[in-house]
């Protein structure tokens, strides 16, 4: 029974957003809707203009002519006279103030400047665009009417002033000029006239853009067979607008959306059904769930957006296999596909041929799933890139040869768009890159480069830590190889093994297999050894924090002793008090318990790796008796209550441990003594 628990709670809202999001933004169609596109031909029967529709121009055509009138406008102009006669009033009374200035140079001065505001100052970027010959003209209004002035006298306010230079050459002069400060008597006093300019290109682009003919009540618009041009294009667009608009103004109440919500319901349900019975461990963490849910309702909106804009190539330009392999590379290969189904459907509702569509999406993601189980090295995603580029061709070509009968008839240019397509798929590694930041999820990608024994962290364990780096080698080795034999991530357990133990280096000579002589545990008390052992692993958090490590690497540092005890330091508490009750607390592990596979199987690895170590008799019956030993003691303390790891998965692993160890541990032949000759 479902219960409004808070993440029940979340689950709902998440759901709800996704589909009032992907509802919201379904572009709305007309009751009488027709898939086509530029180049293909008409499929459905003979169809006539019910009323009068006007014949626009094709898309390239009026954006050749919007180009045309950007390119040979002229923007309006104004004059702003009050700032001229501020500007005089204020540069006369300056001069009248200076003590060398004569009445005559006075009146020179200012008649000089009123020329240049007669002649008109202008801002710099519209005397860059005059002085380069691309305004010759300006536009003026002068009473409701556009008039044409000449450009050629109006100058910059820099250019003005060095007309004035060059005007009072004197020495006196351009001391007086400087001393004044001319410079802040210059503005300009031709300015744009934004509102007006604008009103003039619309009005342009109105002349420019308006119908070209019209469609009379009968006329035929296209006939089955006939290849849908660019100007067909356009009368079916303003048909299909005509026709949609009438249909509001008739009906009144229009129940599409509630249509589109009710599909993009049923899709999301079917999404979060496969989760809940199937894949139990996303739907419980919210954020593998919200990322799931959020990633595939964006890539929706995303689609539709495209489809909008370029609605002929739309379609074949999306990278729509980017889902399946972010979602792939952080998930499992089931999700993905799972997935990418929902998406497909969900775009297909927008998109001129759905089957097609669905047909041709199917095969590529299921072939960039099938060619990319593990994203582990980039050279994997140029082929999975390549083998999506053939799937698109082939099934592109052959749905092509099922429809025209022939290869004559197919559109060649798809293929550009399809290369287009895989150019935008390798962007998949940036966005796995992102994600990872995002919602601290770690790809393959990730874990291999983790797992290079060169990075500081591993080189200074290696160094300050010998037998401890080699006993992780050993751990990894073991644990990779029980966790394949399982189906777990190998390479998440690789990574987690060797950086278990990182938190020794802080004390390394108190490990026993960093130690060469004395024991330093011998003169110190139990509890005092048992929080030297224990520290290693809050250590190890402290040191995973600094290097950046990932929260799941984190994980397996916390959990590789999960709760359980430092039992020979315990031990010896207790034999040396046997008739008190030792507190078992300074000798527990912080926790928590396992409580992944990959986890699981560090612990019982770690345990049985050290313990191998101690053993005289490394006969298969030893060694079985070890294995068999250490890992039921862990089921018995309780320390695998929290991991999802079956029973028969813990036979499968002992197994495993047992042969590898029987193989590390085989004798050797001993080599014969050469023998000398006399």
């Not at 992780?472 to 080795?477: D, I, T």
Request: with cysteine; net charge positive; proline share 5%.
């Amino acid at each position: 029974m479902f219960k409004f628990s808070r993440k029940n709670l979340v689950r709902l809202l998440l759901f709800v957003g996704a589909i009032i999001l992907i509802s919201y933004f379904i572009p709305r169609k007309s009751d009488q809707d027709f898939s086509y596109a530029i180049g293909r031909p008409w499929t459905y029967a003979l169809l006539t203009a019910p009323y009068d529709i006007p014949v626009n121009l094709d898309s390239a055509s009026a954006a050749m002519r919007r180009d045309s009138i950007d390119r040979t406008f002229v923007p309006v102009y104004k004059r702003d006279n009050a700032v001229a006669v501020k500007n005089l009033n204020e540069l006369g009374q300056a001069l009248l103030k200076h003590e060398q200035v004569t009445p005559s140079l006075q009146g020179q001065i200012v008649n000089a400047v009123r020329g240049l505001y007669a002649d008109g100052i202008v801002d710099n970027v519209t005397y860059t665009r005059i002085n380069n010959g691309r305004m010759p003209n300006m536009r003026f209004i002068v009473g409701n009417v556009a008039q044409l002035s000449p450009t050629s006298k109006m100058k910059s306010v820099r250019k003005a002033y060095a007309t004035i230079d060059s005007i009072f050459p004197m020495p006196y002069a351009r001391i007086i000029i400087d001393d004044v400060k001319l410079v802040n008597y210059l503005s300009p006093n031709v300015l744009c006239d934004s509102v007006e300019s604008e009103r003039l290109l619309e009005q342009a682009y109105l002349k420019a853009l308006a119908p070209i003919g019209v469609k009379q009540k009968g006329e035929r618009i296209v006939d089955r067979g006939e290849i849908v041009t660019p100007q067909i294009y356009e009368i079916l667009r303003e048909y299909e607008r005509l026709q949609q608009t009438r249909e509001t103004a008739e009906n009144g109440n229009d129940y599409r959306f509630a249509g589109q919500i009710a599909v993009a319901t049923m899709l999301l349900l079917c999404f979060y059904t496969f989760l809940y019975y199937f894949r139990q461990r996303t739907f419980n963490d919210m954020r593998r769930l919200l990322f799931l849910v959020a990633f595939v309702a964006v890539f929706t909106l995303v689609t539709y957006l495209v489809m909008m804009t370029m609605p002929t190539i739309g379609v074949y330009v999306m990278p729509f296999t980017v889902l399946p392999i972010i979602i792939t590379t952080f998930y499992d290969s089931r999700t993905a596909m799972f997935a990418h189904i929902i998406e497909t459907l969900l775009c297909s509702i927008v998109v001129a041929y759905p089957m097609e569509f669905i047909f041709l999406q199917f095969i590529a993601g299921l072939t960039a799933i099938m060619t990319l189980q593990e994203l582990s090295r980039r050279s994997q995603l140029v082929k999975c890139a390549v083998f999506v580029l053939i799937a698109y061709i082939v099934t592109y070509s052959a749905l092509e040869i099922v429809n025209e009968g022939n290869i004559q008839n197919i559109n060649w240019h798809i293929f550009l768009y399809f290369g287009l397509n895989v150019v935008f798929l390798s962007f998949a590694y940036i966005f796995i890159f992102l994600i990872e930041k995002m919602f601290g999820f770690i790809s393959t990608v990730t874990l291999v480069e983790l797992t290079d024994v060169n990075t500081p962290l591993l080189r200074e364990l290696s160094e300050k830590c010998p037998g401890t780096f080699q006993h992780s080698l050993q751990v990894s080795n073991l644990a990779a190889e029980a966790a394949h034999v399982i189906g777990a991530n190998v390479q998440l357990v690789r990574a987690g093994a060797l950086y278990h133990d990182i938190g020794k280096i802080d004390n390394p000579a108190f490990f026993t297999e960093n130690q060469r002589g004395e024991n330093p545990h011998k003169m110190l008390p139990p509890e005092v050894s048992a929080k030297i052992i224990i520290e290693h692993v809050t250590n190890g958090v402290k040191r995973a924090d600094k290097a950046k490590l990932p929260q799941v690497i984190k994980d397996f540092i916390v959990q590789h002793h999960g709760a359980g005890k430092a039992k020979y330091f315990y031990t010896m508490a207790c034999n040396a008090r046997p008739d008190e009750e030792v507190d078992p607390a300074p000798y527990t592990y912080p926790g928590p318990n396992p409580n992944t596979k990959e986890t699981s199987i560090l612990m019982m690895a770690d345990s049985t790796e050290a313990a191998s170590r101690s053993l005289t008799d490394h006969s298969d019956t030893s060694i079985s008796q070890l294995v068999n030993r250490i890992i039921d003691s862990q089921i018995a303390d309780g320390l695998l209550k929290d991991s999802p790891i079956s029973f028969r998965d813990v036979e499968k692993i002992k197994q495993c441990f047992i042969s590898r160890l029987c193989t590390m541990y085989h004798s050797r032949i001993k080599y014969p003594d050469a023998v000398k000759k006399n």
